[in-house]
């Protein structure tokens, strides 16, 4: 296998007509990383590792493997795997007839080939299956023979677009955990297209968060999470709560702010653009359901609702409260207990988990669906 030691994308743009699917995008990948491209539907995903893959011309930039450029090699020179969505199988050719093409199309000799299918259908756990047809094997064992398909060629970069989303969530799960398993013994360098930030968050050592053709950020799971760096961001990674309030006066690290009711919070602002913030402007504070806490002694952020809702949500309850005194605005709050309808519930706001941001005036990026069954719930404010 040709090694990949470091891959540098500059200024890759994909026009497609008058419109831009994919402007400037510039990064770096050493070999060995699991890259990411997480963002919502259209946002340039498939379009940037269709250019990676040379599927697709570039209108401009350049990428340069291990130093040399390779953004004129057509697919087939690259030496890159590709597993697409819909698993793109030959039906009428067996498991191990799919996986031993792409050595036969390149010439390679029957002994090493079959040496080579029977490895790669053992990485899988499909060696039992090499009879089969496509069609007699299900969604999970599909989706593995894809990638079986794809290891064989023992590509030097592993590039995914979206291989789980047409499985259930256990196979989901289980198929994540394959990947990275593969990932790691195989010493892939591996880049994961997907509109899910949990499986962004698990899978990777770095994720590319996308939006409208340009990348919004780029870091390691825990920054993107804990950091956002912009409200689309966040709202893509799950902070569900978002109340528009005013800003007083520095405090330190951060800041005080007011909510149209008059309660004082303190936040913290963790963007750039937040340098030239002035007191009296109108801004939005987030902060994760998961990342309130219930029940807790009276400290700083601690304010109390009345609960309209309870919802269990596996390790927790998920409680919607209306803040009193506050017109509107309603809050997810997470309980270790559930509460009753109508009851007073306490919780605290951490002071360096809501976060500050401007309100970009959209509504991208409210990422998965699990969260957009709710949101029009939560963000009505009197103001
Ligand atoms: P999804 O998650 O829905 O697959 P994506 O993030 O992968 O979305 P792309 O498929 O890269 O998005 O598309 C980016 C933009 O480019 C979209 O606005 C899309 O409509 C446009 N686009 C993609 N392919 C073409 C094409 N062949 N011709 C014209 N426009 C295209």
New binding site residues.
């Given amino acids: 296998m040709k090694k990949i030691e470091n891959l540098v994308i500059r200024g890759m743009t994909r026009r497609?007509?008058a419109?831009t699917?994919?402007h400037n995008f510039n990064l770096e990948i050493a070999g060995g990383e699991f890259i990411t491209l997480l963002?919502p539907?259209?946002?340039?995903?498939?379009?940037?590792l269709n250019c990676l893959a040379g599927l697709l011309d570039l209108s401009d930039g350049e990428i340069l493997l291990n130093g040399a450029p390779i953004q004129h090699l057509p697919a087939e020179k690259r030496g890159f795997g590709m597993v697409f969505q819909n698993y793109a199988l030959f039906p009428h050719l067996t498991v191990q007839r799919n996986v031993s093409y792409g050595l036969e199309v390149r010439g390679v000799a029957k002994a090493e080939r079959e040496k080579r299918v029977h490895k790669a259908l053992q990485m899988v756990h499909l060696e039992e299956f090499g009879k089969r047809y496509p069609a007699q094997m299900s969604g999970g064992q599909q989706q593995r023979l894809a990638i079986a398909r794809t290891i064989v060629l023992e590509p030097a970069l592993l590039l995914l677009d979206?291989p789980l989303s047409n499985l259930d969530t256990n196979l989901r799960n289980e198929m994540r955990v394959e990947i990275k398993r593969l990932h790691n013994e195989l010493g892939l360098t591996t880049v994961y297209?997907t509109?899910d930030q949990s499986e962004a968050m698990s899978l990777s050592d770095k994720v590319i968060v996308?939006r409208q053709?340009n990348i919004e950020q780029v870091g390691v799971p825990q920054d993107i999470y804990k950091f956002p760096r912009s409200l689309f961001v966040a709202r893509f990674m799950g902070y569900l709560n978002r109340f528009p309030v005013t800003l007083l006066e520095r405090a330190g690290e951060h800041w005080l702010v007011q909510t149209p009711a008059g309660i004082t919070l303190t936040a913290s602002a963790t963007t750039e653009e937040s340098v030239g913030w002035q007191a009296g402007q109108k801004i939005l504070a987030c902060i994760r359901p998961d990342e309130t806490l219930a029940d807790t002694e009276p400290s700083i952020n601690h304010i109390q609702g009345r609960v309209q809702l309870v919802e269990y949500v596996g390790r927790a309850y998920e409680v919607l409260v209306q803040l009193e005194g506050a017109g509107n605005t309603q809050l997810l709050v997470h309980s270790a207990h559930a509460p009753e309808n109508g009851a007073t519930l306490e919780f605290t706001l951490h002071p360096d988990r809501l976060l500050l941001f401007a309100d970009d005036a959209t509504n991208e990026g409210s990422g998965s669906e699990n969260y957009t069954r709710i949101e029009p719930d939560v963000m009505k404010v009197e103001g």
Avoid: R
């Fill in positions: 497609f007509g419109a699917a994919l963002g539907s259209g946002c340039g995903k498939s379009t940037a979206e297209v509109h996308m053709g």
